[in-house]
């Protein structure tokens, strides 16, 4: 089964639309409501709704290791690293939602590229 994403809002909006355009199961932090929530509430909303987390946004990589520390499960989280090119990206992102299962995701983090 394919990954389905959670895009925080600063994943550029190409790197969304290029994901898409390939039949990538995307939501976007603004298709959810939720512009300007903080870090905290997009990571347990991605976990909620079984979505793995991209971002660029460095907190996520603490949140995700303070909720690994405390046993709680989520997700994922692929990181766009700094300097990736929009089409390096979704095309790597696009790789990981098509050979990782979602058991094989969970509590993980994926570095892009």
Same mark, same amino acid.
């Not at 460095?58 to 046993?71: I, N, S, V």
């Given at each position: 089964m394919p990954l389905e994403l959670?895009?925080?809002e600063c994943v550029d909006a190409?790197?969304?639309?290029?994901?898409?355009?390939?039949?990538? +199961?995307?939501?976007?932090?603004?298709?959810?409501?939720?512009?300007?929530?903080?870090?905290?509430v997009q990571l347990a909303r991605a976990a909620r709704l079984g979505r793995v987390a991209v971002t660029c946004d460095?907190?996520?990589?603490?949140?995700?290791?303070?909720?690994?520390?405390? +046993?709680s499960s989520f997700p994922g989280v692929i990181f766009i690293l700094p300097a990736t090119l929009v089409g390096d990206a979704v095309r790597a992102i696009a790789f990981l939602a098509v050979v990782l299962d979602p058991g094989e995701m969970a509590n993980r983090i994926e570095w892009v590229p």
């Open positions: 959670y895009a925080d190409r790197i969304v639309s290029g994901l898409r355009r390939r039949n990538v +199961g995307v939501v976007t932090v603004a298709d959810e409501g939720l512009l300007g929530a903080t870090d905290e460095q907190d996520f990589l603490r949140l995700a290791q303070t909720r690994a520390e405390a +046993g």
